[in-house]
């Protein structure tokens, strides 16, 4: 199937009275890298093909309701210039176009195709040039997973002409739900801002956050977003010296890449905004911490936004080895 399908899976999901729909994305994870974890934990080659069994998800069937599949993530194209002061597309259509070709790329994750330069876009023995296709990048795969849309490189929710997009999530809203974006990377990186925000181009980091918090951003300057009710992720800490970020726009903000110290501001409930603020403190454990403030927000009606992460990963969360002992990152 195509990446898009899984948007329409979520539809599907609403459509069918579903209480909760959930979109779970393990970006950079694909079926070789499952295939190792679950060898790992087998202790042996377990399967070559499908499924397979290993990791708890492989595992788990939910009464045998769960099914198995594999999806062809590709661009609309590669190449796309973008004007995110003017939420414009310079080039519609880009330098390369997207597409498939089973023969090259191969008919399955399991089953090699005859060209191993082509899944890294590049013509055949020749990694300068460019090849058939292009290769998705984040936010063209994570906005046709959850707009359905099929866009260019680059893009946050607009198509490849560069007209914005509903999410499922903005649906899900309009019809009285609750939605939310919880992240172990920064809050507006491609994937999470995807779930909700608009961009023609997905390094306009504060301008992403605006739309995922309900403030006026370079997308919506009159009327803006409602917001998520929920937003957990990284990115505290990462605060840059010089005056202009490069892919944001010229209303850029010293300071904080995702966030700027005024935008938190106004959220803050304290500060009569929406959201109950959980933020990265020394000395406090964030676990506990996060969970009581979750507790606040849902006793007084608020929305929750929790901002974590600090020093040389950027806001990336670090991950850990079960028996592995974690020194707490140090800024730097």
Not at 1 to 10: F, G, K, P, R, S
Not at 146 to 174: C, F, L, M, W
Not at 216 to 231: F, N, R, T, Y
Not at 272 to 295: D, F, I, P, S
Request: charged share 20%.
């Amino acid at each position: 199937m195509d990446q898009t399908d899984l948007a329409a899976i979520q539809r599907a999901g609403f459509a069918d009275g579903k209480r909760y729909v959930f979109l779970v994305i393990f970006d950079g994870m694909d079926w070789q890298t499952t295939w190792a974890a679950a060898t790992y934990n087998r202790r042996s080659v377990g399967y070559h093909a499908g499924r397979g069994t290993g990791t708890h998800f492989q595992d788990y069937t939910a009464d045998g309701t769960t099914q198995f599949g594999f999806m062809v993530t590709a661009p609309n194209n590669e190449g796309t210039t973008a004007d995110v002061n003017l939420q414009r597309i310079l080039n519609p259509g880009g330098t390369q176009p997207g597409g498939y070709n089973a023969e090259k790329g191969g008919p399955n994750p399991w089953t090699p195709g005859d060209d191993p330069f082509y899944l890294i876009g590049c013509a055949p023995n020749d990694l300068k040039a460019a090849g058939e296709h292009a290769y998705a990048d984040s936010a063209a795969t994570a906005t046709a997973m959850t707009s359905g849309v099929k866009t260019y490189n680059d893009a946050i929710n607009v198509d490849a002409t560069g007209n914005r997009v509903p999410t499922v999530a903005h649906e899900a809203q309009d019809r009285g739900r609750s939605v939310g974006v919880v992240t172990s990377v920064p809050i507006s990186h491609a994937t999470p801002a995807c779930a909700y925000a608009h961009n023609v181009h997905r390094d306009d980091y504060q301008d992403l956050t605006r739309d995922l918090v309900g403030l006026p951003s370079i997308s919506h300057p009159e009327k803006s977003l409602a917001g998520v009710d929920v937003l957990i992720g990284g990115g505290f800490g990462d605060e840059q010296l010089q005056k202009v970020s490069k892919g944001q726009g010229e209303n850029f903000v010293p300071g904080n890449l995702w966030i700027t110290a005024d935008d938190l501001k106004a959220i803050d409930s304290r500060s009569g905004g929406k959201y109950v603020v959980a933020l990265r403190t020394e000395g406090v454990n964030g676990r506990r911490h996060l969970a009581a403030e979750a507790l606040a927000a849902a006793q007084a009606g608020k929305r929750l936004f929790g901002f974590y992460g600090v020093g040389k990963p950027r806001g990336i969360f670090p991950f850990k080895l079960p028996t592995a002992i974690i020194t707490p990152l140090q800024d730097s």
